[in-house]
């Protein structure tokens, strides 16, 4: 892992440049500390820091870039008749680099010599049945052009690997000397030391944009490509999901109307345990309870929502769904099939959901002045009249926007619907049948054995956008409503 | 002007009923609607309850069996002679076998118990314990001779039927397990050579193949999984409190705060999946980096534990008074030593407490590991070395878990569930840390 150890020396040198610019600049100033402008750790700082920063930004940049420029350059070696289609086109890439792995690992592993490896002329033959040997995964019998492009492929990483070793570590020590330069004794350290700092602070919190940036990017970039192989109208008013297993496309049904029904229903029945439930508990909580009760149950049910949701979806799956069909199924009423069901998997989200519903609203309804309470309670109206005729229309935008926020988390639930919800695409009334949402295929189409390229793979970037998109806009509503309507009490 | 009087109200002036004493007829009704209203409220928070408790009976009760194994303890002895026969011959293992047959027989006929049994039945019930035999020998020549007690660990199906998962009338025979080997096990435990003892090797060990549920263990993707907080907490706790810091003390009110302060509270409420597929396709599709590898579940771990850890550290940031940095700007601080040398350390408790909790909920999280690549793979053994750790493919505790229940075996939910109880272990040891973390050190300004 030399990336490791590159880290680990720029690091080394940036704590030498440290103690050198501290002496250097203590040496400036005759030993005298009152002489410096800056306490003597801010010398050493401003040396580490110019050692260390910019040879990490290099390192970053290349990381980044290197990947491209390789892709780039090697595509170019495979002729056109073997990538007709973008498709096969990453396909054969996909075969490059799992080739060029195979190389490096066989010549490591010492059952290749090095000239072999790199001999362009090499029998490609006689090159995969000696990989196979090696035990390298490769999965066809290696091409020419393959073996070329894999080749050259390994070529430009290593010589790129160097390259940005030398150019980190040169950086890295021209930044030091550069450093220790300039720690004079009338040297404004702190402030120069304060600056970066600021400016490393800066991109600490730009991290967030570039996330988001990356999610939008990896799902536009993805979907796009995917629209190019499967028309954009069937996947969204589509009523049939049936990918085809053989992963090339043609005779897939990949319409998001039955995984949207879905994910809608088992949502629903969801908010319809979470939001009764959740909601009087913390009326009860918030307005009855003693001290002493809130203080033991209120943390109890935030519990539920610690409890991480594969153990909801196992819950789901072996127990929630046994039992209802013991209840509904054969030997009971029969209208469930089989113990993964859409009332399985919302029951026990309903269960998960609770405390977002019950927390939020909490808060909420506490947040509602108490001399409201007291005026309505003058008049002579019960607890329970001053509940329902004041506080709750006092506390209604948070309460619906904790409602939509609940609806986006059951949304974007994953675990529990991939094991309890079942996977059969269908648009039916009955609860008790087996559905699928969208996060359940984004698993199972990413997870399977299609090809990244193919529109089986893909479609889940496309599924992947309509998530995001939908949970977005639960959000962005949810905090609409609480600003637009919320009552400002002061 | 008039004299008369209003005539008096009629209605109100039903004898007898007007007594404040006597509840009418409309008080009644609103106090039965308070009781209800007060009843409902009460029954959902015992629905609550209800559920958890569910929740946690039936998690200990399915999850504990994954925790003891059954084994049949068995005196055993070779000479040098039976051992250099044994080798020569052209199916060595079959000789041991033999040779263990005889010695299990000889040891129920010590207890007077009589049975039979045929090679294949010891294999349904013990697996191949001939080439186990075998290796022992093999790895240990000075114990030739000498009496040796093995432990042989049974199938997951008579486990299964010593604690109740197997009934005999359901039984149907297969090639897995028969009726009669359920009297061979049960005369087996007449005479005490097979008993129960707690599961070692499913703390310790790493995943099998899909058809030897018995020796599945979670503690190869402990490993993953601690690799993988390790980059987590190395990589979010730095940039986490260098991001509040900056938002919370330095940033000037203008588009580009607002831009980073609605993208943090958006991606906190984003679906964990996405973050998945953004790992997929940035860090795998785009950089290549290994799959199944806890550096990667840990980049995109980190990227989905910021938000989380940030709200939480501005928070306790927010909570140092104003006096404090006034009073250090006062005696001659910069505005960054202000912040450095003693908000930052007061706030400290807080921003620990929330990078626990942050943690904790990372250590959890399924669906991202899954389009990670940290499914497909059986994690068998120990990465190789420290920084091996990060880069070769591992599974994660919850990836695990999500493995083994989505096996067909049934035989794997008893694993799953002990699987559960593990990381839920895990995740209550880091929350009662952090609670700890907080009262011990929560300051009341």
Redesign the interface.
């Known amino acids: 892992?030399p990336i490791?150890w590159l880290i680990l020396i720029v690091l080394a040198i940036a704590v030498v440049g440290y103690i050198l610019g501290r002496a250097r600049a203590m040496r400036d100033a005759g030993g005298d500390i009152r002489k410096l402008h800056s306490l003597p750790s801010y010398y050493g700082a401003n040396v580490a820091l110019k050692a260390a920063v910019p040879a990490f930004l290099l390192m970053i940049v290349w990381?980044?870039v290197q990947?491209i420029y390789v892709t780039s350059a090697v595509s170019g070696l495979i002729p056109d008749g073997e990538g007709t289609s973008r498709a096969e086109h990453g396909l054969v890439m996909a075969e490059v680099?799992r080739t060029a792995d195979g190389l490096k690992n066989a010549v490591a592993g010492g059952a290749m010599s090095e000239t072999v490896a790199r001999d362009p002329n090499a029998d490609p033959d006689e090159v995969t049945q000696r990989l196979k040997d090696a035990g390298q995964i490769i999965t066809s019998q290696i091409t020419t052009p393959v073996l070329n492009a894999a080749q050259r492929y390994r070529d430009l990483n290593a010589t790129g690997g160097l390259l940005m070793t030398a150019g980190v570590l040169i950086l890295s020590v021209i930044g030091m000397l550069w450093g220790i330069r300039e720690n004079r004794a009338d040297f404004r350290a702190?402030n120069v030391v304060?600056r970066g700092?600021?400016a490393?602070?800066?991109?600490?919190?730009?991290?967030?944009?570039l996330?988001?940036v990356?999610?939008v990017l990896?799902?536009v970039?993805?979907t796009i490509e995917f629209f190019r192989l499967y028309p954009a109208a069937d996947f969204f008013f589509g009523l049939n999901w049936a990918p085809s297993f053989s992963g090339r496309g043609g005779s897939s049904e990949l319409g998001v109307v039955p995984l949207l029904w879905g994910t809608f229903y088992i949502s629903l029945v969801a908010l319809l345990v979470a939001v009764?439930?959740?909601?009087?508990?913390a009326?009860?909580?918030s307005?009855?309870?003693s001290p002493r009760m809130r203080a033991i149950?209120k943390p109890?049910?935030e519990?539920?929502a610690?409890?991480?949701?594969?153990?909801y979806?196992?819950?789901a799956?072996?127990?929630v769904g046994p039992l209802l069909l013991s209840v509904f199924g054969k030997d009971g009423l029969g209208w469930m099939q089989a113990g993964t069901a859409v009332m399985t998997a919302g029951l026990v989200m309903g269960?998960m959901l609770?405390?977002f519903v019950?927390s939020l609203s909490d808060d909420i309804i506490n947040a509602v002045p108490q001399a409201m309470r007291d005026g309505s309670y003058g008049l002579g109206a019960?607890?329970?009249?001053t509940?329902?005729q004041v506080v709750l229309p006092a506390a209604l935008p948070g309460i619906v926007g904790a409602i939509l926020?609940a609806a986006?988390?059951a949304?974007?639930?994953?675990?529990i619907v991939?094991?309890g919800a079942g996977a059969a695409a269908r648009l039916s009334l009955n609860p008790f049948e087996a559905m699928t949402t969208v996060?359940a295929k984004?698993?199972s189409q990413?997870?399977g054995d299609a090809d990244?390229a193919s529109p089986e793979a893909l479609v889940?970037?496309a599924l992947?956008m309509t998530?995001?998109v939908l949970?977005?806009g639960l959000?962005v509503l949810a905090?609409y409503i609480v600003r637009k309507y919320r009552e400002q009490y002061e | 002007m008039t004299d008369a009087t209003a005539p008096l109200p009629s209605s109100s002036h039903r004898a007898g009923s007007s007594s404040l004493m006597e509840y009418d007829a409309g008080t009644r009704r609103?106090?039965n609607?308070?009781r209800r209203?007060?009843a409902?409220?009460?029954?959902?928070?015992a629905?609550?309850?209800f559920?958890?408790a569910?929740?946690a009976v039936?998690?200990i009760r399915?999850g504990t069996p994954a925790f003891t194994r059954t084994v049949v303890q068995v005196d055993f002895a070779m000479t040098q002679q039976q051992f250099d026969e044994a080798e020569k011959s052209l199916l060595k293992t079959k000789v041991y076998s033999g040779l263990f047959i005889s010695a299990l027989t000889a040891e129920l006929q010590e207890r007077g118990l009589d049975s039979t049994f045929d090679e294949a039945a010891i294999e349904r019930l013990l697996g191949k314990v001939g080439g186990t035999i075998r290796e022992y020998y093999k790895a240990n020549p000075a114990k030739l001779g000498e009496p040796v007690s093995f432990s042989l660990a049974t199938s997951s199906r008579v486990d299964g039927y010593l604690n109740g998962r197997v009934k005999r009338d359901t039984l149907q025979d297969s090639r897995f397990l028969m009726a009669s080997d359920l009297d061979l096990v049960d005369r087996l435990e007449e005479a005490g050579i097979i008993h129960a003892e707690f599961n070692w090797p499913f703390l310790t060990g790493g995943d099998s193949g899909v058809d030897n549920p018995g020796g599945a263990g979670i503690g190869v993707s402990v490993v993953g999984s601690f690799f993988m907080m390790l980059v987590v907490l190395v990589l979010s706790l730095?940039?986490?409190v260098?991001?509040s810091?900056?938002?919370e003390e330095?940033?000037p009110q203008n588009w580009f705060t607002d831009?980073?302060e609605i993208?943090?509270?958006?991606?906190a409420?984003?679906?964990?999946?996405?973050?998945g597929?953004?790992g997929?396709?940035?860090f795998i599709?785009?950089?290549?980096l290994p799959q199944s590898a806890p550096l990667v579940g840990g980049l995109v771990l980190t990227?989905m534990t910021?938000?989380t850890i940030?709200i939480s550290t501005r928070a306790s940031l927010k909570s140092v008074p104003p006096s404090i940095r006034d009073a250090a700007l006062g005696v001659g601080a910069?505005?960054?030593q202000a912040v450095f040398h003693h908000v930052l350390p007061l706030a400290m408790p807080g921003i620990l407490t929330g990078t626990i909790i942050g943690l904790?909920?990372a250590?959890?999280?399924?669906?991202p590991l899954?389009?990670i690549?940290m499914?497909?793979f059986v994690a068998r053994g120990y990465p190789g070395g420290f920084?091996e750790g990060?880069?070769e493919p591992n599974s994660a505790m919850?990836a695990q878990?999500?493995t083994w229940?989505?096996r067909a075996d049934a035989a794997f939910?008893d694993k799953?569930?002990g699987g559960?109880i593990v990381?839920?272990l895990f995740?209550l040891t880091m929350?009662i840390v952090a609670i700890i973390l907080r009262r011990r050190f929560e300051r009341r300004w």
Do not use: C, D
């Not at chain 1, 019960?382 to 009249?385: A, D, F, G, L, N």
């Not at chain 2, 993208?263 to 991606?267: F, G, V």
């Open positions: 892992m490791f990381l980044l990947p680099r702190r304060e700092v600021r490393l602070l800066i991109g600490a919190a730009s991290i967030a944009i996330t988001t990356g999610i990896s799902l970039f993805n009764p439930i959740g909601l009087f508990a009326i009860y909580l307005e009855y309870a149950a109890m049910l519990v539920l610690g409890i991480p949701t594969i153990v979806g196992l819950f799956l072996l127990t269960i609770i405390p019950s019960t607890q329970s009249e509940i329902k926020l986006s988390r949304i974007g639930e994953t675990m991939v094991l996060t984004i698993v990413l997870t990244f889940a970037f992947g998530l995001f949970t977005l959000n905090l | 609103r106090n609607a308070e209203f007060r409902y409220g009460l029954a959902a928070v629905f609550g309850m559920f958890l569910v929740l039936s998690i399915s730095p940039i986490g260098a991001a810091i900056y938002l330095f940033a831009l980073i993208n943090i509270s958006n991606l409420a984003v679906p964990s999946i996405v973050f597929i953004l997929l396709a940035v599709q785009f950089m290549h990227l910021l938000p940030i910069s505005k960054m904790a909920q250590l959890g999280e399924t669906a899954l389009l690549g499914v497909g920084l990060f880069v919850p878990i999500y229940a989505a939910y799953a569930w559960i990381l839920l995740l929350n």
